[in-house]
């Protein structure tokens, strides 16, 4: 973009909330309002009910998600995953970032203004918060300078409190998506010694929400979230964004009343784009690490088109391309790679997901052990079967020889075995064969689980039979 003008003497090569000497500049944006700005309330409304709701929604008596990493079970739209599905839980994670990816690359960081939890608590909620007690952002400012007296120790004894109260409601819903719903409501209605691990989790997730939001804040998305570091990287000159028209806009300058602006640009440099920018920036000097495309800056600069009569999109969510060639593309080859990629993973994890079982068995013979010559010409080979329930409900199996009519298995203690829900069951059973069907000395056999008479998994194991001689 440099080739395309002159940058005025403001540009910037840091982050816009340090200054020189590496200390934070503290933001106040200007308070938002416009089209999009209602539109992201909606939004934002939206998924915060959503967000809020997920611990109490169940889907065939399971919760909507849960991601409990200490119990090693995770719960996505009421189906239950357990470490043994780890291939395909990876593989969703795998299939979720290449989406990312690709949204990413053809528009941008919306995901981080529009439905980032981070950025709907942030402004949404704790800054809207911050505009009722403590005004907007001039007001803010005067009231940081403010002596520490009994206006200012009000306001901010005020506005904290409702920050970590809350905090507190966030970190129970997050604690919540954890280890369900039910175990927080035990917590809560217990006294903190009889759980003293649940209350501490509790109060470390509201400790670490309450310091991101009231301290923290654009910090977490400039310098910590890995996405807003990648997207230096993923944007493309087609990628669509938030984006400042600087052949319509430049050469900026500033509007006198019956003053002909020939040799201007429609950018009066306001400058109200910077003040109501979340994270400091000015979009005008380009796509910049810190933007997270909210559309603010969109909204104050179409009101001051507006009022100026001129034609509003000065700034507005467009590509790099289709500013300075006039060229809109979106399906470009690195867009049909990504989706190309995406269809592959998506088709995998599809039918992975639908082949899965509720049951995963494992078979294997008795070490050390032999066949065995029994009776009526049969050979017997005895077998350890690990069974795992993956429901949440108990359940009672049975085993039965697929591709073997004449042979039969025994399970030792009863030919059904009780599984409790998501535990893991052993078993010993002994399989019989006629020698006259045995091939050789290693015969493959299907292993079928039934629960009542529905197949609910098979598995092929060997059978060993005695050597045959020609």
């Given amino acids: 973009m440099n080739e395309l003008y002159e940058f005025d003497e403001e540009y910037r090569d840091s982050i816009a909330t340090v200054d020189a000497q590496g200390k934070r500049v503290w933001i106040y944006p200007k308070k938002p309002k ?3 700005f209602n539109a992201r309330k909606i939004v934002s409304v939206t998924l915060l009910a959503i967000l809020f709701a997920g611990p109490f ?23 239950v995953f357990w470490p043994q599905d780890f291939f395909i839980f990876a593989l ?6 290449v989406f990312i990816i690709l949204f990413t ?10 439905a980032c939890p981070q950025t709907l608590f942030m402004e949404m909620v704790f800054r809207r918060v911050e505009y009722w007690i403590e005004g907007d952002a001039n007001q803010q400012r005067k009231l940081a300078e403010m002596p520490w ?5 009000r306001k901010r004894a005020l506005k904290h409190s409702i920050f970590v109260v809350i905090s507190l409601l966030i970190g129970h819903t997050a604690m919540a998506y954890v280890i369900g719903i039910e175990k927080v409501q035990e917590i809560v209605s217990q006294s903190p010694t009889e759980n003293m691990a649940g209350f501490v989790g509790l109060i470390a997730f509201s400790a670490v929400f309450y310091g991101v939001f009231a301290y923290l804040r654009e910090q977490a998305c400039t310098a910590i979230c890995p996405y807003g570091r990648l997207q230096g990287v993923l944007l493309v000159r087609d990628s669509m964004a938030v984006m400042y028209d600087w052949i319509r806009g430049e050469p900026r300058g500033k509007m006198k009343k019956a003053e002909v602006q020939a040799d201007k640009g429609d950018c009066i440099d306001c400058k109200l ?4 920018c979340p994270t400091g920036i000015d979009i005008r000097n380009g796509t910049q690490l810190e933007c997270v495309n909210c559309t603010a800056c969109i909204d104050a600069c179409d009101d001051v088109m507006l009022k100026i009569n001129k034609p509003t999109g000065l700034i507005r969510i467009a ?5 300075a060639d006039g060229k809109k593309r979106i399906f470009t080859p690195r867009v049909a790679g990504y989706t190309g990629v995406l269809v592959v993973l998506i088709s995998l994890l599809t039918i992975f997901v639908s ?15 032999m066949y065995q010559k029994v009776e009526n010409d049969q050979i017997q080979n005895i077998y350890n079967i690990q069974l795992i329930n993956k429901t949440m409900g108990d359940m009672e199996v049975s085993l039965r020889l697929i591709d073997h009519e004449s042979g039969f298995i025994e399970v030792v203690g009863g030919n059904l075995i009780s599984l409790s829900n998501s535990e893991k069951t052993d078993a010993v059973f002994y399989v019989r064969l006629p020698e006259s069907e045995m091939e050789g000395t290693k015969n493959s056999i299907t292993v079928g689980i039934f629960e009542g008479d529905v197949l609910i998994d098979k598995v092929k194991t060997n059978f060993l039979g005695p050597i045959r001689f020609k």
Avoid at 105 to 114: D, L, S
Avoid at 273 to 276: G, L, M, S, Y
């Fill in 34 to 36: 416009g089209r999009f």
């Fill in 57 to 79: 929604i169940k889907i065939n008596g399971q919760p909507f998600l849960m991601m409990n990493i200490f119990e090693r079970k995770f719960v996505i739209l009421g189906t």
């Fill in 92 to 97: 969703g994670l795998i299939t979720f970032f």
């Fill in 105 to 114: 690359v053809v528009f941008g960081r919306v995901w981080c203004g529009w």
């Fill in 149 to 153: 007296n009994g206006e200012k120790i």
């Fill in 273 to 276: 784009c910077v003040h109501v």
């Fill in 319 to 323: 590509s790099h391309s289709s500013i």
């Fill in 355 to 369: 082949s899965r079982t509720d049951i995963q068995a494992t078979i294997l013979r008795v070490p050390g052990m």
